[in-house]
């Protein structure tokens, strides 16, 4: 499984391997859908946030103080997290 690009590199898959291991590739790039079609785009983030508004989704977080932030990567480790990081912060 590939998350992004950061390396910059092509990544080879063999089609043969992939035939006979019953294996698949799909991708969903949507940096490339936004500039080709911004519109489409749009009209997934307003219905992503209208879901999230009305809780029709939720997103699990874990929470941390912002001067906890350093023991981020060693919850990642335990794998005690669920969702995404929010730190706290005072205004």
């Known amino acids: 499984m590939v998350y992004g690009n950061a390396s910059q590199q092509d990544h080879v898959y063999e089609a043969n391997q992939m ?3 019953a294996k698949t590739v ?3 790039n949507i940096g490339g859908l936004a500039g080709q079609q911004p ?8 219905e992503a ?7 029709a989704v939720r997103i699990e977080t874990t929470q941390l103080a ?10 990642l480790e335990r794998r005690d997290s669920t969702g995404k990081f929010v ?3 005072k205004a």
Request: hydrophobic share 45%; glycine share 8%; aromatic share 8%.
């Open 66 to 75: 912002l001067e906890d932030a350093v023991k981020a990567p060693e919850i």
């Open 26 to 28: 799909a991708g969903y």
């Open 87 to 89: 730190l706290r912060v």
């Open 19 to 21: 035939w006979y291991t």
């Open 39 to 46: 519109d489409l785009v749009h009209g997934h983030l307003v």
């Open 49 to 55: 946030a209208r879901r999230l508004a009305t809780g």
